[in-house]
Nanobody, 123 residues
């Protein structure tokens, strides 16, 4: 099993920046992809970004391209968020996938999830 814990959420003004972290523990050697999703009130969970754990290849959702940057080191993943907008307000979730797949943009691909961290962007 792999456990993941998010941190770094909070309240920020529009146009500001924030960095989220996701710490992985357990069988981290089995991680293939790690990703970020978000869910705003009344909306479905949305793909934000993902990173191939060994190659470092990154993927982004259209709504965050050019503003968010995903990165990772040994056992942590980060989401640097710049030029934040009120519509970025959501609970952000970290997720782990164990197999190679083209489905990394979908919730169903991921095997383990964190509890989420709240980001609120004020206008």
């Amino acid at each position: 099993q792999v456990q993941v814990v998010e941190s770094g959420g909070g309240l920020v003004q529009a146009g500001g920046s924030l960095r989220l972290s996701c710490a992985a523990s357990g069988r981290t050697y089995s991680i293939y992809t790690m990703g970020w999703f978000r869910q705003a009130p009344g909306k479905e969970r949305e793909f934000v970004a993902a990173i191939n754990w060994s190659r470092g290849t990154t993927y982004y959702g259209d709504s965050v391209k050019g503003r968010f940057t995903i990165s990772r080191d040994y056992a942590k993943m980060y989401l640097q968020m710049n030029s934040l907008k009120p519509e970025d307000t959501a609970v952000y979730y970290c997720a782990v996938g164990l197999l190679g797949s083209s489905r990394i943009f979908t919730e169903g691909y991921y095997d383990y999830w964190g509890q989420g961290t709240q980001l609120t962007v004020s206008s």
